[in-house]
């Protein structure tokens, strides 16, 4: 059984920083490609940046490009999203989640992942 548990949210200030966790179980971050969503109350579900499997490509949203920093510890399995400089703007709730794909290319379509977590939420004051 597939399971992604993220931890690492809160209430941080403005220009803080946050460093989100995902941690699986049950699959082999090595043959996913692993990604960030996050939501905002009344907006979509928005891509904020992705790993391919073979950890050659990431990608990012405009949103949060120079800012957010997407990794993986394959020993440990788990995913990590470091923010930096954050805003009012980037409060939401994040989601980890996996896709299996041989492709390298990441995808940022939400409908096309296979597993997500439960979300954690971060809140940034100014």
């Known amino acids: 059984q597939v399971q992604l548990v993220e931890s690492g949210g809160g209430s941080v200030q403005a220009g803080g920083s946050l460093r989100l966790s995902c941690a699986a179980s049950g699959l082999t971050l090595s043959r996913y490609t692993m990604h960030w969503f996050r939501q905002a109350p009344g907006k979509e579900r928005e891509f904020v940046a992705g790993l391919s499997w073979s950890g050659t490509n990431t990608r990012y949203g405009d949103s949060v490009k120079g800012r957010f920093t997407i990794s993986t510890d394959n020993v440990k399995n788990t995913v990590y999203l470091q923010m930096n400089s954050l805003g009012s703007e980037d409060t939401a709730v994040y989601y980890c989640?996996?896709?299996?794909?041989?492709?390298?290319?990441?995808?940022?379509?939400?409908?096309?992942?296979?597993?997500w977590g439960q979300g954690t939420q971060v809140t940034v004051s100014s």
């Open positions: 989640a996996a896709k299996y794909t041989r492709l390298s290319a990441v995808d940022t379509t939400p409908s096309r992942m296979n597993y």
